[in-house]
């Protein structure tokens, strides 16, 4: 067996049980490219405030690029005995350079270099995970162009509420994605700060220059507290957290998509490109890619479970539980990446159903409550005017019609208020046509969204 890079006081090695138990090279080798370039930054800096030679830095950079050539051209060999990604690529460049390699861990530890890897990693995660945000923003924006007009039954409760545009609704969600982006990249900022040279806890005696590697790194600054900087994982939380509300937000967006794609309802069809078929039922035809965005969530909130409780038990410093934050946080980053590009795909394979949507919004009464506002513009009480037209619906469910069935006289007999102008108020293309609140359904405040984000997402 191999000595062991922190071999010095033990006498006996590890059992193979130990071992494979507590190596984490098998998934953390995912930091790669971030922990070569933080030991490069880390390597010019010993130079620059002569703790090496700059001989033995620009052997040790060009040992690291090495590396990284073989890492990402499948040649290098992974060892579980080397135990993580960090003692692999130290190990490996002492066999592949020798003598100066033993000088690249002056002043560093593991735990300033495992959370600084982490958080160049996350970095990085957090733009790849923006970019598709806006891409799926531009796919919702896409499906809301192509349907311009389209009203829609809108729901509270699952029930028949108020006519919207399907431009609307659609345009709700872009609206939530981009605070998703948002809390993303306040997380970033949050989070870009450096913890190299905090070394194991308590910083060192040496003379080195933590604001050079942070520069180096593109961070904003070194960490003020050596303790803190090896301690906490609240950056992974934060983007974690993020994570999940974006989950959730897809997750419903999947189960509206999968309500609507019913034969109840019918007011969508995705094409054969996003469905599948079953193994047994041979006429099926499944909305399953949003199926699965709704059941992925579920993993992208367990991975912050995971992590809350795995650091709600821990003193101060670095403690090994912290291993275990890498496969909860790659699981929620590559799970939220496939979810936004289906997500995606799917808003550019879907077809509103037009007719089929026309046909089901006479049902529901979805006019009343702009009738009732009809009524407040004839100086009639909010209150009273929702009983008159409560009383109005009554008498349409009793003879089965809508309230543009009613004659004047009908409503009349109700109350004398109305007069032959209500009939420009009911029927839901009356109704979209009189929203007018900012923010609201109406023709103009939509258009005027739509333009909005048209710009902003530079369509
Ligand atoms: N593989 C470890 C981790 O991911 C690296 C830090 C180990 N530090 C230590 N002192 N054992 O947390």
């Known amino acids: 067996k191999e000595a062991k890079l922190w071999g010095g006081r033990f006498e006996d090695s590890v059992t193979d049980a130990v071992e494979r138990f507590s190596e984490s090279v098998s998934y953390d080798k995912a930091l790669y490219k971030h922990d070569i370039m933080g030991s490069k930054a880390h390597a010019s800096m010993l130079a620059h405030q002569g703790l090496m030679s700059e001989s033995e830095k620009d052997i040790i950079l060009s040992g690291l690029d090495e590396i990284k050539k073989r890492i990402e051209a499948g040649e290098f060999v992974w060892r579980t005995d080397r135990e993580d990604v960090h003692m692999n690529i130290e190990a490996a460049l002492t066999d592949l350079i020798g003598e100066p390699a033993k000088k690249l861990h002056t002043a560093r530890s593991r735990n300033d270099q495992v959370v600084t890897d982490l958080r160049l990693w996350c970095r990085d995660s957090i733009d790849k995970t923006v970019k598709l945000i806006r891409q799926l923003q531009v796919a919702l924006v896409n499906l809301a162009q192509k349907n311009e007009g389209l009203i829609v039954p809108g729901y509270t409760h699952l029930q028949r509420a108020q006519p919207v545009l399907l431009q609307h609704l659609l345009l709700s969600y872009v609206e939530q994605l981009e605070r998703d982006a948002g809390r993303l990249v306040d997380c970033k900022d949050r989070m870009n700060f450096c ?39 609240d950056f992974v939380l934060e983007l974690l957290a993020a994570n999940s509300i974006i989950a959730i937000h897809l997750s419903r967006l999947g189960e509206e998509w999968v309500l609507w794609a019913s034969e109840e309802f019918g007011f969508l069809t995705p094409s054969d490109s996003v469905s599948t078929g079953s193994s047994i039922m041979p006429q099926k035809k499944n909305p399953d890619p ?8 579920a993993r992208v909130i367990g991975s912050l479970t995971t992590l809350l409780v795995l650091c709600k038990g821990l003193p101060q410093a670095y403690n090994r539980d912290l291993q275990e934050d890498k496969e909860p946080l790659f699981d929620s980053v590559r799970t939220i990446t496939g979810m936004l590009e289906v997500t995606a795909e799917f808003a550019y394979n879907i077809t509103f159903n037009h007719a089929r949507i026309q046909k089901a919004l006479p049902a529901g009464h979805l006019d009343a409550t702009t009738l009732a ?25 009793s003879r089965n019609c809508q309230l543009s069935d009613l004659t004047l006289n009908d409503l009349q007999d109700i109350n004398s208020a109305f007069e032959d102008d209500v009939y420009d108020f009911l029927g839901v293309e009356n109704c979209v046509r009189k929203f007018r609140s900012y923010g609201s359904t109406g023709s103009e405040c939509v258009r005027e969204q739509i333009n909005y984000w048209v710009s902003k997402l530079g369509i």
């Open 195 to 233: 913890p190299l040279g905090a070394c194991a806890l308590a910083g060192t005696g040496l003379p080195i220059n933590r604001f050079m590697t942070s520069d180096a790194l593109a961070f904003t600054a070194p960490m003020r507290n050596s303790i803190d900087a090896v301690s906490d994982r």
């Open 290 to 297: 949003m199926e699965l965005v709704r059941g992925k969530s």
């Open 373 to 397: 506002d009809y009524l407040v513009n004839k100086g009639v009480p909010f209150r009273t005017s929702h009983d008159i037209v409560g009383r109005s619906v009554a008498l349409c469910v």
